[in-house]
C-alpha cells in the first residue's frame, strides 16, 4: 500500500471555508447532521469523550466544515456487519462535504467493549496509521485538531504534509515504542521520524530505529504548531514544576512550546443535559427564580430514595467524583467524616461515586452506624444528576486537576464547591466574599484535611445565614454558571485558537438553522 505521505493532501482554496479535522480515540456523541450514524458514535473512558463532543457540536452549529476521525468501536457503536457495509457504500456514494464522519477500520477496534485495555498500544498505532494513510487523505484538511498521547505521532506526521495542527492535552499520560515497532504496524514514520520525540538524543535513522523510544505524549507536543491544556492554571502548575507526577520531558516540551507563545489553557464546559429546567433525570425541574422550592423537594426525593434522614433544612454534601485516592483527595474525607458528623448535626453527605476507596466509606458508616447521615451508593448517571439537584455543595478536594467538570455542572444547580486550589478547580470555582456578592465556593490552598475541614465550615456557616440572603446568592451563582460554563463559550475560544493559525475566518458568521 501507498503511503499517504507520498502523496500530501492539498488544502481548501482561499475562499472556502477552512476545513477542521478533529481527530480523537473517544467522543460521547455526534451531531444528527454528520451522517446517518452519528447518534450511536459514543464511546467514553473520561473528559476527552464529552469535551470532543460538545467542540465538534459547537463547532457544527456555527457552520464551521468539521470533520471527525475515530476508530470504529463497531461493539459501542451496536453496529452490525449490515449497517457498517451500509455506512461504506453511503460513505462512497456521498460528496466529501456530506460525509463527515471518518472512521478507522481494523480488526483491534471492532469488539472492544471500552476504549482503553490490555492492548492500548495496539489500538494507537492501528488508529493513527489509518489517519495517516486514509482520512487526513480523503478530507484534506487546513488545520488537524489531536487529543492526547493515541494521537501523539499525528502533529509529526501533518508537519509533512505542511497541515497545521494543534494538540490538546487532556491528561498527562503517554506510552513509548520503537521506530520499528510504528513502521512495523503499517506507518511510515520515516518520512517525518525527525519530528518525533525520542526518550534519548537520535542518531542516524537506522540506528535510532530500534534502539530510542518514541514517547507519545511528548512527541504530539513537540510536533504540534500550537498545543493546549484543559485549563490555564494546569499549564502553569506543569510548567511551573508543581506536580511530582509530571515527567520533565513533558514538563520541557510543554515550557518550549509556552516560551514560544505557542501553548495556551482553555477551559472545558460541562454537556448542555446539565440544566436543572430541562434535565430528563429529574422529577422536579426548577430555574434560578424558583430553585429554593425545587431544590428542597429534590433534597426530600434523594434523602429517601438513599435512606437518609428526610429534612429538606439538612445541609447535604454531595461527592461527585470517582474514589481515587491519587488525585481526588476522598482520603481526606474519610479521615475527618465522623468528626464532621459529629460536629455539625445538620450535615448530611451523598456518595454517589464508584473506584477503589468505596470501601473506606462503607466500614466508617457501618462501624458508626451513621446510614441516616451519609449514603454511600455505586456510580449511576440518573443518581448523579439528582443529587447535583438536591445538594446545597459539593467536595472537589483533588490534589491536583486538569480540568473537573463537577464544579462548573454544581453551580447550574445552585449547589456550591469546597474545592482545593489547584488546576481547573482554580479556574472555575471562585471564593464566595463576605456579602455573598461575588463568588461561587470555598477554595483552601494546602492539600490535607485541615484545608477541608475550613472548606467545610465555611460552608456550614453560608448554610446557616438567613433564607433570604442565600436564596439571593444562589440565584446569581446559578445565572452565572449558566452564561459562563458552556460548550459555545469553551467552542469560541477553540475557534479563535484556529483562526489565529490560519490566519482567516473558519465560519461565515452565521449559525445552522
Not at 490490555?118 to 484534506?140: M, P, S
Not at 482553555?266 to 434560578?288: G, Q, R
Not at 453527605?349 to 455505586?378: C, L, M
Amino acid at each position: 500500500m501507498k503511503s499517504a505521505v507520498q502523496n500530501p493532501p492539498q488544502p481548501t482554496k482561499r475562499n472556502e471555508r477552512p476545513r477542521i479535522l478533529v481527530i480523537t480515540p473517544e467522543i460521547t456523541y455526534l451531531p444528527e447532521g454528520m451522517g446517518n450514524l452519528a447518534q450511536r458514535m459514543s464511546a467514553k473512558a473520561g473528559g476527552m469523550a464529552d469535551v470532543s463532543a460538545s467542540l465538534v457540536k459547537a463547532l457544527d452549529d456555527l457552520g464551521a466544515d468539521v470533520h471527525v476521525g475515530l476508530p470504529n468501536y463497531r461493539r459501542m457503536f451496536h453496529l452490525d456487519v449490515a449497517q457498517v457495509f451500509k455506512n461504506e457504500f453511503e460513505k462512497v456514494s456521498r460528496s466529501l462535504p456530506e460525509q463527515r464522519i471518518h472512521l478507522a477500520e481494523d480488526r483491534v477496534f471492532y469488539h472492544r467493549s471500552s476504549v482503553y485495555g490490555a492492548e492500548n498500544h495496539l489500538i494507537a498505532l492501528a488508529f493513527q496509521r489509518e489517519a495517516i494513510n486514509h482520512i487526513i487523505g480523503e478530507v484534506h484538511p487546513d488545520l488537524i485538531h489531536c487529543n492526547d498521547w493515541m494521537t501523539g505521532l499525528l502533529p509529526a506526521a501533518a508537519r509533512r504534509f505542511g497541515i497545521p495542527s494543534l494538540f490538546t492535552v487532556h491528561n498527562i499520560h503517554t506510552e513509548r515504542m520503537m521506530l520499528d515497532q510504528i513502521e512495523d504496524r503499517g506507518i511510515d514514520a520515516a518520512e517525518f521520524w525527525q519530528h518525533l520525540y525520542f526518550q534519548e538524543p537520535p542518531g542516524c535513522y537506522e540506528e535510532t530505529r530500534s534502539t530510542k523510544p518514541v514517547d507519545l505524549l511528548a512527541s504530539g507536543i513537540f510536533a504540534a504548531d500550537r498545543v493546549n491544556t484543559v485549563s490555564p492554571t494546569f499549564l502553569r502548575e506543569v510548567i511551573g514544576g508543581d506536580h511530582d507526577f509530571v515527567p520533565g520531558h513533558i514538563r520541557h516540551e510543554l515550557w518550549a512550546k509556552e516560551n514560544a507563545g505557542c501553548a495556551s489553557g482553555i477551559l472545558n464546559a460541562p454537556d448542555a443535559i446539565f440544566d436543572p429546567e430541562s434535565d430528563p433525570w429529574l422529577d422536579v425541574h426548577f430555574s434560578a427564580e424558583d430553585h429554593a422550592e425545587g431544590k428542597a423537594r429534590n433534597k426530600v426525593i434523594l434523602q429517601e430514595m438513599l435512606g437518609l434522614k428526610v429534612d429538606p433544612e439538612a445541609c447535604l454534601f454531595y461527592w461527585p467524583s470517582r474514589l481515587d485516592p491519587v488525585q481526588k483527595g476522598c482520603q481526606l474525607l474519610t479521615e475527618i467524616l465522623y468528626e464532621m458528623i459529629e460536629t455539625y448535626p445538620e450535615l448530611q453527605i451523598a456518595i454517589v461515586a464508584s473506584g477503589s476507596y468505596q470501601g473506606h466509606f462503607y466500614d466508617i458508616v457501618n462501624h458508626h452506624k451513621i446510614h441516616e447521615r451519609v449514603a454511600v451508593r455505586d456510580f449511576n448517571e440518573a443518581d448523579s444528576h439528582r443529587a447535583y439537584a438536591a445538594s446545597d455543595f459539593i467536595f472537589m478536594p483533588s490534589s491536583f486537576e486538569p480540568c473537573g467538570l463537577p464544579q462548573m455542572i454544581a453551580p447550574k444547580y445552585g449547589s456550591m464547591t469546597v474545592a482545593h486550589d489547584t488546576g481547573g478547580l482554580h479556574d472555575s470555582v471562585e471564593p464566595l466574599s463576605d456579602d455573598g456578592s461575588s463568588g461561587n465556593g470555598f477554595r483552601f490552598q494546602h492539600f490535607d484535611t485541615g484545608g477541608l475541614r475550613w472548606g467545610i465550615g465555611k460552608a456550614i456557616d453560608f448554610h446557616r445565614q438567613n433564607p433570604d440572603h442565600k436564596s439571593r446568592v444562589r440565584e446569581r451563582v446559578m445565572r452565572e454558571a449558566a452564561e459562563r460554563f458552556t460548550h459555545e463559550t469553551t467552542a469560541r475560544q477553540y475557534i479563535d485558537l484556529y483562526e489565529s493559525m490560519l490566519g482567516r475566518p473558519i465560519t461565515d458568521g452565521a449559525t445552522k438553522a
